[in-house]
């Protein structure tokens, strides 16, 4: 029975017109790189090697064919693809921000080398000694940096990388060994003249720091060299100032080995409140002989 062509339903190829294309070229590009090849074997005045450099050549060259006519084919349906992948992308990112930030942040952190597991740091307002950095945080070991102790004191802080893009880093390692140790001890203003004591307390301060003084000079150029910058130090400082309510301040600034600060302070602490209360009883001695 004869076929008519009118009968026959076009519909179907319409409707996958990319599948018969793709089909079409699949089978035009097969035949063609085989006949080439067939031709290419055949050559009498080639060489061996010459004719496997051709084949190569050929199939590379059809392979690129291949795949840039695919993407002709399929051009509409890839567009609307990379249009889902690029809102895909776009939720992706919006969600995982931080988690970005932190990825980005470690790589802040390899490329800058701000600090190192042992190091005491201070990463915005948290401050301690790292003891674990990865991809996504730095893990410290808060050390009482503000308090001036400058001992453990048994919390851990996981801070996120993403805080390395956002806050500045210091990074505080030479306080490991020697800090300048800054306190201040305030009275009420009274008959007491504590310029009169000032001598007093330097010359404890010198006795406290005889010990060390010599390592303090050496590790304070050393300091300044590293840094390239001037720090106080090591000879022991006292200033007398007054507070906004009114009261006498006595701050001592003195270099020492972190490990002996808080000594130190309570020493001269001591000696101070006893040259004070000193003072104080020779003006209350002489006002009743008066």
């Not at 399929?74 to 919006?94: P, R």
């Not at 740091?121 to 102790?149: A, H, M, P, Q, Y």
Request: charged share 25%.
């Amino acid at each position: 029975m004869p076929i008519e062509i009118s009968h026959f339903d076009t519909t179907i190829i319409r409707d996958h017109v990319e599948i018969v294309l793709t089909i079409a070229w699949a089978l035009i590009s097969y035949a063609v790189r085989r006949y080439t090849r067939r031709v290419i074997r055949r050559h009498p005045t080639l060489e061996h090697d010459k004719k496997r450099q051709r084949i190569n050549t050929l199939d590379n060259i059809f392979n690129l064919f291949l795949v840039v006519g695919f993407i002709l084919i399929w051009s509409s349906e890839l567009q609307n693809l990379a249009i889902s992948i690029a809102a895909f992308m776009v939720a992706l990112v919006v969600a995982t921000k931080e988690f970005i930030s932190c990825i980005v942040g470690a790589f802040f952190r390899a490329s800058t080398r701000p600090y190192q597991v042992g190091d005491w740091v201070r990463i915005g307002n948290f401050e301690g000694e790292v003891t674990d950095s990865d991809w996504l945080s730095t893990t410290l070991f808060e050390v009482d940096l503000k308090g001036g102790s400058y001992g453990y004191t048994g919390r851990t802080t996981v801070v996120p990388n993403s805080l390395l893009l956002t806050s500045t880093v210091q990074n505080l390692n030479y306080m490991r060994r020697y800090v300048t140790h800054v306190f201040s001890i305030t009275r009420q203003n009274d008959e007491v003249n504590l310029f009169e004591i000032k001598q007093d307390i330097l010359d404890k301060l010198k006795e406290y720091s005889e010990h060390f003084h010599g390592v303090a000079i050496r590790y304070n150029s050393l300091i300044e060299k590293r840094l390239d910058i001037k720090i106080s130090g090591p000879e022991p400082r006292v200033r007398i100032t007054t507070s906004h309510e009114g009261h006498t301040q006595f701050t001592i600034s003195l270099f020492c080995p972190t490990n002996e600060a808080m000594d130190i302070e309570q020493k001269v602490t001591e000696d101070f409140m006893r040259f004070w209360y000193e003072k104080r009883a020779k003006i209350v001695q002489k006002s009743q002989t008066a």
